[in-house]
Nanobody, 123 residues
Framework: QVQLVESGGGLVQAGGSLRLSCVVS????????LGWFRQAPGKERAWVAA????????YYADSVKGRSTISRDNAKNSVYLQMNDLKSEDTAVYYC????????????????WGQGTQVTVSS
């Protein structure tokens, strides 16, 4: 059974930075493409970033491009999302997701999900 556990969320002032982490267990980590999504109150879950199995390919939503970096460490079964210059509109619950087939920007393509970590940006 594949499990994902996010951490690193918290309260940060606008302009600050956070690094989210997600540890994946119960499967062969290097087989999975990974993504980060977020969901703000009253809004649908939105894709943030994705990274391929090898880590060679990365993709970003326009809303975070240039301010965020997704990375993975296959030796630590972990994926990260470094977020800089945070804005109030980045406030959301952030989820990591894994899929063995597709590196995608669509939530329904991912088979496995974590429980989320809250990011709150104060202005």
């Amino acid at each position: 059974q594949v499990q994902l556990v996010e951490s690193g969320g918290g309260l940060v002032q606008a302009g600050g930075s956070l690094r989210l982490s997600c540890v994946v267990s119960g499967g062969t980590f290097s087989r999975y493409h990974l993504g980060w999504f977020r969901q703000a109150p009253g809004k649908e879950r939105a894709w943030v970033a994705a990274i391929s199995r090898s880590g060679n390919l990365t993709y970003y939503a326009d809303s975070v491009k240039g301010r965020s970096t997704i990375s993975r460490d296959n030796a630590k079964n972990s994926v990260y999302l470094q977020m800089n210059d945070l804005k109030s509109e980045d406030t959301a619950v952030y989820y990591c997701a894994a899929d063995p087939v597709t590196v995608a920007s669509v939530a329904r393509e991912y088979d496995y999900w974590g429980q989320g970590t809250q990011v709150t940006v104060s202005s």
